[in-house]
């Protein structure tokens, strides 16, 4: 939550100012209750904020614009401790104006801190809890005299999540940075350097970049970048280059960028697939490095992910044990981390992220480490926090993400997790050769499949047009159609702020079907009648159930499937695919469904209300 930018360059000029600018717009996904800047040049420190979205922020620059600089630092900001107001927008200033901060994450003993700065007459300016950073950072600044250590010794006294961006106005060619849990990376231009909450706030100047560890602090100037930890000690970095470059994190045509990343997701899915098989078609996961001993003797799996990440996970259950015989089970990883889970050295967790950052997954991935479990993480992001802190990562390939509402990473995320179940098939034996390469073969037709789906965007886009006033959908599913069930509601609620809910459709008649009236409508995922015929027939009872109440049938069914005509109001039709793969097509008019319906209501798709799309707290 909340983005971050820092940059600084070798002349005072307009560039910082713009430089951060822009990275504020790519990094607004991130929180939008509020944003600002802070520049250093000839006149010290010089600053801007505003409550409200990133414009209101251009507005009080083009009505008072700032001075040249060659360092600044931008925020955006996601609110935890105090409301969206101006007064609560970073950057924070010290009494002295001396010294500004931003801020991401959250920091726990602020309350004690400022019990003890007030008592030595500090006056605060906002109900947040970074303050305290600025005031004690201008303290220890003028006790050490320099910004790089005042910034380490502010760090030891702080608890909790953070990173800390910080500029001295008697300093206009240094910005320091300071890291514990929450996300920060160098980009390293020419002459000039940056540093970002993720990649996307300088992967249009650069494509280079480090990763910094847990505990360390960061200064760059024009010239150099060195990292150290809270010590002082000099510490280990390591560079990657960002395989993806501005272009991808643009509109590219479409209304907004949740609709360019449904379209995306084609692409999103074949790269995911890309070089991870042999000519011979065997699965090839280098980056899984994790004994295959040690792989082979897993009795367990444990997936821990949120929210839609989390339903990615459900479908990798139903996919895993099918093929290799393993329980899986699935947790939210708030739930996990906190009710003591049976974990020992033949549990395997993977953890499912798309930005790499969430707070949850995080703690989750420490707590099964320190019982001595190995973690596998699929995730989006290269260098970011649960990569980096899980013993091997199986990066999905989707892209950047910009719309807060996830879309083509939970595709990319079902196929890695696919990909995941097949190999450890492969390594343990379960399934023939053969078996493996007839589902692979099967996954190469997917991105085509989804396009089909996506080509036929009309006839859904028309019903959420018609149905822009409705109060409230629900949407069933059985086996792998269930989690594309919670999937479309949670999309409903997130986008269109409908409400929606996802049942297990066997679970209706056990409670909730008291929820049917006339003319509710109920979206049914129905599995192919080709796959088990059982589940095909329960679910089509299933929709007889709730029809006969009074329900408006709204019917995801494989084309062909000429038995579901007469239980549907509508159907909308996907191409024949195989039941456990069924997921990656059956989920996609559901996702244009809300994104349609959100756009009928003239709602902004790609930045709901009161969400972020990187929850860096807990
Ligand atoms: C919903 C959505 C969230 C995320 C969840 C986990 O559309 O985007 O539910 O899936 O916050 O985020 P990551 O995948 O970044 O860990």
């Not at 008072?64 to 935890?80: E, K, N, Y």
């Not at 970048?225 to 000690?233: E, K, L, P, Y």
């Not at 974990?343 to 989750?364: N, R, Y």
């Not at 409670?511 to 015929?533: C, T």
Request: charged share 20%; proline share 4%; hydrophobic share 45%.
């Amino acid at each position: 939550m909340c983005g971050i930018i820092g940059y600084v360059g070798a002349e005072a000029s307009d560039r910082p100012l713009a430089v951060v600018m822009e990275a504020l717009s790519r990094l607004q996904y991130r929180g939008y209750d509020s944003a600002g800047v802070v520049v250093v040049g000839e006149a010290g420190l010089a600053h801007a904020k505003k409550a409200g979205k990133l414009d209101a922020l251009e507005g009080e620059l083009a009505a008072r614009p700032l001075q040249t600089a060659s360092c600044a630092v931008g925020h955006t900001r996601w609110a935890t401790h105090g409301g969206p107001t101006d007064r609560n927008a970073h950057p924070h200033l010290s009494q002295d104006e001396s010294v500004a901060v931003v801020h991401n994450g959250i920091l726990e003993n602020h309350a004690t801190l400022r019990q003890e700065l007030r008592a030595e007459g500090v006056e605060f300016a906002s109900e947040t809890d970074t303050e305290v950073a600025a005031h004690l950072l201008a303290r220890a600044y003028r006790d050490l005299g320099n910004l790089p250590d005042a910034m380490r010794a502010v760090a030891r006294r702080l608890e909790g999540a953070f990173t800390l961006l910080a500029v001295a106005a008697d300093n206009p060619k240094e910005v320091v940075g300071a890291r514990r849990t929450s996300p920060l990376v160098v980009g390293l231009g020419q002459g000039e350097n940056f540093l970002g909450s993720d990649v996307a706030a300088f992967i249009a100047h650069t494509n280079r970049a480090l990763e910094l560890g847990q505990d360390q602090v960061v200064t760059i100037t024009p010239t150099s970048v060195s990292v150290t930890d809270f010590a002082g000690n000099p510490a280990p970095t390591r560079e990657f280059t960002v395989d993806w470059d501005a272009s991808a994190a643009v509109k590219g045509g479409f209304a907004t960028f949740m609709d360019k990343e449904i379209h995306d997701q084609p692409d999103a899915v074949r790269d995911t697939l890309l070089g991870r098989t042999t000519p011979q078609g065997r699965l090839q996961l280098d980056e899984l490095r994790i004994e295959e001993s040690l792989l082979r003797s897993v009795d367990k799996i444990i997936v821990v992910a949120c929210g839609t990440a989390a339903y990615a996970g459900h479908v990798a259950k139903y996919a895993i044990e099918h093929w290799c015989r393993i329980p899986v089970e699935v947790e939210l990883a708030h739930e996990f981390r906190y009710r003591d889970p049976i974990v020992t050295v033949k549990t395997l967790v993977v953890a499912i992220s798309q930005s790499g950052e969430t707070m949850d997954t995080i703690q989750a991935i420490r707590h099964a480490r320190e019982q001595g479990a190995k973690v596998v993480a699929v995730v989006n992001t290269m260098g970011s926090t649960i990569a980096r802190e899980s013993d091997a990562a199986l990066y999905t390939h989707a892209g950047p993400e910009v719309a807060v509402a996830s879309t083509k990473a939970f595709l990319a995320q079902i196929t890695a997790t696919y990909l995941l179940g097949l190999y450890l098939a492969q390594l343990r034996g379960v399934m023939f050769a053969d078996e493996i390469r007839g589902v692979l073969e099967e996954l190469d037709l997917m991105p085509a499949k989804i396009q089909e789906v996506i080509n036929s965007e009309g006839e859904i886009r028309a019903l959420a047009e018609r149905m822009k006033d409705t109060r409230s959908v629900l949407f069933l599913g059985r086996h792998v159609g269930f989690p594309v069930a919670l999937e479309g509601a949670l999309k409903l609620k997130e986008l269109a702020y409908i409400h929606a809910e996802g049942f297990a459709a066997g679970e209706l008649k056990h409670g909730p079907i008291a929820l049917i009236e006339d003319g509710q409508p109920v979206f049914v995922v129905v599995p192919s009648p080709r796959g088990r015929d059982v589940l095909h027939d329960k679910v089509l009872s299933n929709i007889q159930e709730v029809r006969a109440r009074g329900a408006l049938t709204l019917v995801v069914a494989e084309r062909g499937d000429r038995a579901v005509l007469e239980h549907a109001e509508r159907v909308f039709w996907v191409p024949q695919t195989p039941t456990l793969l069924a997921p990656l097509v059956a989920v996609v008019p559901l996702q244009i469904f809300a994104c349609a319906l959100a756009g009928a209501k003239g709602l902004d798709v790609d930045q709901p209300r009161n969400l972020a799309k990187s929850v860096t707290v807990e």
